[in-house]
C-alpha cells in the first residue's frame, strides 16, 4: 500500500525547513508526495491532467502562502485536504454546481486491485480477488474512508478533517464498510482472515 516513508517526526522536521524557508524543502515535499497525491487525486476525475493541475495549483498556494501558514505532523494529510478541496472547486466549476455540500457530493471513485501484492498460490489469488470485488462494491464514502485509513495509513480525527465530517461519522463510515464486508464474506473463514491482511498490510 502507498504510505509515506517519513515519520511523523521527520515529516514535522521537513514541513518546519519549508515555513522557514530552507531552499529545496518545497521541492523535496513535492518529490516526496507527487506520486500519492496523483493515486488520490484520480480517484476524483478520469481527466488526469485536472489532476495535475490542481496539484500545481495546491503546490503553488503553499508557496504563496507560506508565510500563513500553521505546523503540521503529517504533510501527507494536510496536502489531501488541500487537492480535495482544489478537486472539488474544479469539478464545482466545471460542472456548473450551484452548491458547495461536501457531504452530499460524492465524487471518489476507485477500483482496488490485487496489484503488488505477492500471492503464491491459486486458490489465494481467487480468495482475494473476491475480497477485492467486493470492497469495490462499496459506496463511494466508504471507499475513500477505506483508502485514506488502510490504504495510506491516515488517522481517524484526519480522515474527518479531508473528508468534513465529525470523526464519530468517520468510525461509523468504516464500521459499515468492514460489517458490509464480512457480512459478505462470512460464510467463509478463509476470506475473512485474508480480508484483514487485505486491509492491514
Known sequence: MSRSNFSNDSESHLWQDFLDNK?????TIYHQFAEVLFQYGDHFTNDSSVTEDCIQEVFAT?????NN???T??????????????????????????????????????EFSVENRI??????????NQITNAVNQLPKRQKEAIYLRFYQGLSYSEIADIME???????????????????????????????????LT
Request: glycine share 2%; hydrophobic share 35%; aromatic share 14%.
Open 119 to 128: 500471492i503464491h498460490d491459486e486458490v489465494t489469488m481467487i480468495r482475494v
Open 62 to 66: 503553499l508557496h504563496s502562502k507560506r
Open 73 to 110: 505532523t503529517s504533510i501527507k494529510y494536510y496536502l489531501f485536504k488541500c487537492l480535495r478541496l482544489e478537486i472539488y472547486r474544479r469539478l464545482r466549476k466545471e460542472q456548473a454546481y450551484s452548491r458547495y455540500q461536501p457531504d452530499s457530493l460524492s465524487f471518489f471513485d476507485t
Open 69 to 71: 501558514l500553521s505546523h
Open 23 to 27: 531552499p529545496g524543502s518545497l521541492e
Open 165 to 199: 465530517t465529525e470523526q464519530t461519522s468517520t468510525y461509523k463510515i468504516i464500521y459499515k464498510a468492514i460489517a458490509s464486508l464480512y457480512e459478505k464474506l462470512a460464510s467463509q473463514t478463509g476470506k475473512l482472515f485474508l480480508l484483514l491482511n487485505f486491509l
